[in-house]
């Protein structure tokens, strides 16, 4: 099968003040030191990556005082250019919310949603053709689901998350293309894999090695598929059926709990 790229929009944010002085996930360890100079070398490949296959990457200015700032897939969702706000669930992430507003403002996004429920952007909310999936379960409230449905008008499936080391949809789940999607079916709740089942009977599934290697933690352009260079075994399966995997180094990043996708919202006009 003959994949094809789409240019795509995305919006970055450097790791010039990335480090580990909380945990609000188990991947962070605040006693485990982060080489900046590596973790920004590691994210400018990827921003780099993204521009020479042709996409644009817009960045958000870093605040010294949000570390997690790199983490820029969970500041929104817009999809059709309408924008719905984050609203994060733990308070040392609390600020970056209204940086994110503040760009959208800026930046000539005029259908802009103040969220009420917590919801941590795309780090909860995956886009396919058919649907928007939400997760649910560690961070984001299930009454975020009703709000973006609402908001946006396409039919939200809410996913329960099981396994905290999977505490967001996307690190568990990555859209490939249209409504075809890789997961790690051991992330849901036995009825959300039922519903994965049902709605995605084809998906690509992810071993446990590939997900604890955060391998679902991928950006796909519809051809190219960036992902974490760890999670070998998705390789194969990916080029089996046409996408050309490309592997990414973010080694310091994931000390975050965060890879690839994680740091890349997608804007979707
Ligand atoms: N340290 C960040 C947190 O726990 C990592 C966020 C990763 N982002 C994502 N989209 N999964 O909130």
Partial sequence: MRRDATPRRYLMCPPAHFKVTYSINP???????????????????????????GHTVETLTPDPGLPDMVFAANGALVVDGRVL????????RAAEAEIHLDWFRSHGFQEIHEPSHVNEGEGDFAVTTSYILAGRGFRSSPLSHD??????????IGLDLVDPRYYHLDTALSVLDG???????????????????RLFPDALIADSD????????????????LLPQA????????????FEPVPMDLGELLKGGGSVKC??????M
């Fill in 263 to 268: 740091c890349t919202q997608e804007l979707r």
């Fill in 27 to 53: 991947w962070m360890d605040p006693t485990k030191p982060v080489d900046l100079p590596i973790a920004n070398a590691q994210w400018e490949d990827l921003r780099d990556r993204y521009r020479s296959l």
């Fill in 179 to 197: 409504d075809e999607v890789m997961y790690y079916p051991a992330a849901f709740s036995p009825g959300s894999q039922a519903v994965l089942r």
């Fill in 147 to 156: 709000e973006a449905q609402e908001f946006f008008g396409r039919p939200v």
């Fill in 231 to 242: 999670a070998a075994g998705l390789l194969a399966p990916l080029r089996d059926r046409g």
């Fill in 210 to 225: 590939d997900a604890a290697a955060l391998g679902l933690n991928a950006v796909s352009d519809g051809r190219h598929v």
């Fill in 85 to 92: 706000g984050a609203r994060f669930a733990h308070p040392e």
